[in-house]
């Protein structure tokens, strides 16, 4: 398996596997990037908090109140960068990196910055969520 590795400044790499560079898209925090990966597991935690992936769009759109807008923004962005750094553990067990924390993200970013993350949060469910259809001939 070949290893992608995600610079985070020049002591630290998180290195994730081909598979998940292809499902995964890039912010930067601070001065450190992160890969947002649509995982089984991250799956199920925004079915357990939201009820599946088709309400989360419902629940981040309909939040009327602006602080708590930002904090599931926020919980998002926690959970989808930290499954990089999950999948860095699995493969690194001698490396292992410490989880993002909601609280590094509040103090690390902007409003701004979470407004610009919409896309790349996007495109991460939508790459996590891709299938591949593939169609024969009928032989009628």
Not at 27 to 47: C, V, Y
Not at 56 to 76: R, S
Not at 79 to 93: E, R
Request: glycine share 4%; proline share 1%; no cysteine.
């Amino acid at each position: 398996m070949k290893l992608i590795t995600l610079r985070i400044n020049d002591d630290d790499n998180i290195k994730i596997d081909e598979v998940s560079e292809e499902r995964s898209s890039t912010i930067k925090i601070g001065d450190q990037e992160f890969k947002l990966i649509l995982t089984t597991k991250a799956t199920k935690a925004i079915a357990k908090r939201y009820g599946g992936l088709e309400k989360l769009g419902d629940k981040l759109m309909k939040t009327e109140n602006f602080e708590l807008a930002l904090d599931e923004i926020i919980w998002l962005i926690t959970l989808l960068a930290n499954q990089s750094i999950l999948i860095h553990n699995i493969n690194n067990k001698n490396n292992k990196k410490e989880l993002l924390t909601e609280e590094e993200v509040e103090v690390l970013t902007t409003p701004f910055d979470l407004a610009n993350y919409k896309n790349a949060i996007m495109a991460s469910m939508m790459k996590g969520t891709k299938r591949e259809v593939v169609s024969e001939d009928s032989k009628n």
